[in-house]
């Protein structure tokens, strides 16, 4: 069974740029939800989505933006990239019995 | 709002003995879940072992065990027979039920000693 998939893994942008990251779930998990990582701030959720919907959001900007197709893959945007967006970027997808399973992330850094 | 502490930065432990890492948590919400993960220096979070708030039974998978104590909010993850795989980040989080808003602890990083 495969596992949760981010891409890219890696990937280098420079300010003001936009960047979009993707996400396939766990087959069969509607739910995915999207934490970015830095060593300031910790784990700090995003957003998480069930059956197209967003269900939760969490206190980032507007810059910050997701969606989940009908497939349940998701895709989430970052516009107008700042220095301060460099982190680690995870993907987690939810199974029915309540265990969230995360992907490897998606390291993004902002020059 | 839901709040995870973890008091311990840092631990050691020695191969082959078991490890108890602290987490307590606040929370008003009568229904909520208790996680534990696993943060190699690749960076990948590898979920070791969930918990719901009414779940009666301590959970356990594998070597890990999660130490329930509800009236004290807490929830610490216990290793035994530690292995040198084992040197990690391990983060402690909580969300509320049918909810995947997980809301992290700091962390504590353990390191196995051969």
């Known amino acids: 069974k495969a596992g949760v998939t981010q891409t890219p893994r890696y990937l280098i942008k420079t300010r003001g740029q936009q960047v979009t990251l993707s996400c396939s779930p766990i087959?069969?998990?509607?739910?995915v939800s999207w934490y970015q990582q830095t060593p300031g701030q910790g784990l700090q959720f995003l957003f998480e989505?069930?059956?197209?919907?967003?269900?939760n959001k969490g206190n980032f900007p507007g810059r910050f933006s997701g969606r989940q197709f009908s497939n349940s893959r998701s895709e989430m945007n970052v516009s107008t990239l700042e220095l301060g967006d460099s982190a680690l970027y995870l993907c987690?997808?939810?199974?029915?019995?309540?265990?969230?399973?995360f992907g490897e992330g998606s390291r993004l850094t902002v020059l | 709002a839901q709040k995870i502490t973890q008091t311990q930065p840092g631990m050691f432990v020695q191969e082959k003995e078991a490890v108890t890492l602290d987490c307590t948590y606040d929370t008003s919400d009568q229904s909520y879940g208790l996680f534990w993960y696993k943060q190699p220096s690749s960076g990948e979070m590898i979920f070791l072992i969930y918990?719901?708030?009414?779940?009666?039974q301590n959970a356990t998978e594998g070597r890990y065990s999660l130490n329930f104590q509800k009236a004290r909010k807490s929830a610490n993850l216990v290793i035994s027979a530690s292995q040198l795989g084992d040197s990690a980040m391990y983060f402690c989080a909580i969300s509320r039920d049918s909810s995947y808003k997980l809301i992290f602890g700091s962390g504590t990083r353990l390191l196995v000693r051969p």
């Open positions: 087959s069969g998990h509607r739910s």
């Open positions: 918990q719901g708030s009414y779940d009666e």
């Open positions: 987690a997808s939810g199974s029915n019995t309540g265990e969230l399973f």
């Open positions: 989505y069930f059956s197209e919907t967003q269900r």
